[in-house]
């Protein structure tokens, strides 16, 4: 069972930053895609970052040029570093990796890491 550990996330005032990692139990190369979701009240998860396991990044449109994500791969961790935070940005924050597995697509979640951000 693949486990996915987020940290980092708090309160921050608007124009701040935060750092959120994301420690895997196993190997990150070993997943097809890693990456970041948000979900605030009300609204659906959305995709905000994502690395592919060849390293290229997308982003939602939103976080363009504000976040970055990357990856350690010696301590098998994803980070998300957010820069320029705006209140729409407070949400849950989750941490996904994805892999295929005998045809089948398999989806792993974190338990979520909450981002406050004050105007």
């Known amino acids: 069972q693949v486990q996915l550990v987020e940290s980092g996330g708090g309160l921050v005032q608007a124009g701040g930053s935060l750092r959120l990692s994301c420690a895997a139990s196993?190997?990150?190369?070993?997943?097809?895609?890693m990456g970041w979701y948000r979900q605030s009240p009300g609204n659906q998860r959305e995709l905000v970052a994502g690395?592919?396991?060849?390293?290229?990044?997308n982003y939602a449109d939103s976080v363009k040029g504000r976040f970055t994500i990357f990856r350690d791969n010696t301590n098998n961790t994803v980070y998300l570093q957010m820069n320029s935070l705006k209140p729409e940005d407070t949400a849950v924050y989750y941490c996904n990796s994805r892999e295929v597995v005998t045809g089948k697509v398999m989806n792993y979640w974190g338990k979520g890491t909450l981002v406050t951000v004050s105007s």
């Open positions: 690395i592919f396991r060849t390293g290229s990044p």
């Open positions: 196993r190997n990150i190369f070993s997943f097809n895609f």
